[in-house]
């Protein structure tokens, strides 16, 4: 039987935690090990995964000591590193592990009880070391990505590369070119290739940059019957609304964005136009929308950063 280390990287999100992980526990494909990366939550998840057996360890050696008995494990960071960095450190002590696969996710999803056997039924099927599960259900509709446009220089906005599979879905799977880090089923050797996420993306466009890179060796199989809820989903959600404030997350959007076009597009358009098309589009918009003096600061700043490869945690926060 193929052995799977579950990889959670979780910040305060303690009753989204727990579901999870009683959902991994009823998998009908046995999970071999449960490893959350605690992200300086400030909340209780750490008391709460001590007193649900989970082991504690403070420093990355202690990973190597670890029996097989030691079937659920945390670590605890010293500061919130980021989603991007978070996953980066959680993958890269999961390679050591000496497991089959890594299934990685977020701590607000759910996976139904036969989700990772229906993942590794249709990895075996297709020849393919990545799979990604569906967040199809009652209360979100996945957006699933086909194909990236890297040529076209008109697509500068975020996530216009993106081509879409029309639904319905009329099949059990379908190659993709794009991934959320939420439940993709890496083989262990495959992520030991390409290396772990580029932390330096902070939040958003790290899961994006790293489906690129697995990409170069494997397809993507997304797997239609393979369910992951969103918890926090809910029904007729919008994405965005039509006037924007920005925020510090809009701030790693678009520079990362930016960052993602330089280093993918396939010509000199979409790596040096693009950008620039975005600064003029989203400054426009600002002032448009009565948010000038809010979002062009934070604009600016994205756009210069972006240009000039300028990443990590450039702006804190506020959670």
Partial sequence: MKSVCAVLVTYNRIECLKKVIKGLEQQTHPISRIFVFNNASTDETLEYLLDNHFKQVVDSSELGKLDEQDTKIVFNSKENLGGSGGFAKAIGYAENFNYDYIWIMDDDVLPESNCLELLL????????????????????????CEKMDFSNFLKYCPYSQKIAIQYPLKDDYYFV??????????????????????????????????????????????????????????????RKLKRDRYTWRTYYTLRNNIIFER?????????????????????????????????????????????????GKRVSPNY
Avoid at 220 to 229: G, K, P
Avoid at 273 to 292: C, E, M, N, Q, W
């Fill in 121 to 144: 039924k249709t990895m075996r099927e297709t020849g393919t070391q990545v799979a990604l599960p569906s967040r199809n259900d009652a209360n979100h509709q996945d957006f699933i």
């Fill in 177 to 238: 070119g794009d991934m959320p880090f939420e439940g993709p089923l890496v083989e262990t050797k495959l992520a030991s290739k390409v290396g772990v996420p580029n932390a330096g993306f902070f939040l958003e466009y790290d899961d994006s940059d790293y489906a690129q890179r697995l990409l170069k060796y494997s397809k993507i199989v997304y797997v239609t019957h393979a369910i992951l809820h969103r918890q926090l989903a809910k029904k007729g959600q919008q």
């Fill in 263 to 311: 280093k993918y597009g396939e010509n000199w358009l979409v790596r040096n136009v693009s950008p620039r098309l975005l600064l003029i589009h989203k400054t426009v918009k600002s002032i448009l929308d009565g948010y000038a003096k809010n979002n062009l600061p934070l604009l600016f700043k994205a756009y210069s950063d972006g240009i000039h490869g300028r990443m």
